[in-house]
């Protein structure tokens, strides 16, 4: 039997939004509303892994499950990784979703279309894209595209390649990729032993290691981009797509 765990890393440093995880969203800490969607999801254990106390203690509060972890990881796969080990060293979970802190209005299908290609053989990795129908977005650098070949299964690509840049070229739909992923467990623990890659540096995009180690990365095409958490104005919306106590 496939068991998952999700796990969100969450961390105070941001920039643009400081202490963003306990940005207040009708009286709980965002990173709390984040929480509460994976559980909606019921995909499995969720667990917040932080390197604040007051993230610890804002989930524990809601009756949530947090771990501590170091301050210094690079970055929120290595974060998950650490975590996962703490709580999980008996390797129960095959599956490890790292679900972003900054999703308040999450759908919680989302994560369950997110898991959904590694219940089938194939892919090391699952992501998630939606089509754009934004014009501007196309040529937004902030936002990423992934290009693929589409699969059998309907609403299926295996991705070739992540971008900042307006591709692929010529007549069709382009892909707004989704930052949420869904690792087999020895996937992720070969990514993170991986040097970044040279693509990865020059697009500024994780997901590129692994394709250039040659790990297969599917991707389950849905119907909505979630509202990411990145600025004050995207508080203000986060918070008005919110009903309280939802």
Not at 12 to 18: D, G, H, N, Q, Y
Not at 53 to 82: K, N, Q
Not at 141 to 155: D, E, F, R
Request: aromatic share 4%.
């Amino acid at each position: 039997m496939t068991r998952s765990i999700i796990l969100i890393p969450a961390r105070l440093k941001a920039t643009r939004l400081p202490d963003k995880p306990l940005a207040d969203i009708h009286g709980e800490a965002m990173i709390v509303h984040v929480w509460r969607r994976a559980m909606d999801a019921e995909c499995g254990r969720v667990v917040v892994a932080t390197d604040s106390e007051p993230i610890l203690t804002a989930i524990r509060s809601a009756g949530g499950e947090a771990v501590m972890t170091r301050p210094d990881h690079a970055s929120g796969s290595d974060r998950i990784f650490e975590a996962l080990n703490r709580v999980d060293p008996e390797g129960e979970a095959d599956i490890v979703v790292n679900l972003q802190g900054d999703l308040p209005t999450l759908d919680p299908a989302l994560v369950r279309a997110c898991i959904a290609p590694l219940k089938e053989r194939g892919p090391d990795i699952a992501t998630l894209a939606a089509e754009i129908t934004n014009e501007d977005e196309r040529h937004n650098p902030n936002v990423v595209k992934v290009v693929g070949s589409a699969l059998t299964t309907p609403g299926r690509l295996r991705a070739l390649y992540f971008t900042r840049a307006t591709a692929p070229h010529g007549n069709g739909p382009l892909y707004h990729h989704i930052g949420i992923y869904a690792y087999r467990r020895a996937a992720l623990e070969r990514f993170v032993s991986l040097k970044p890659s040279g693509l990865e540096q020059r697009e500024k995009l994780e997901q590129l290691r692994a394709l250039e180690d040659g790990m297969r990365i599917d991707v389950s095409i849905v119907d909505t981009v979630p509202l990411g958490v990145d600025t004050p104005a995207d508080l203000d919306r986060a918070r008005q797509l919110i009903k309280p106590n939802s």
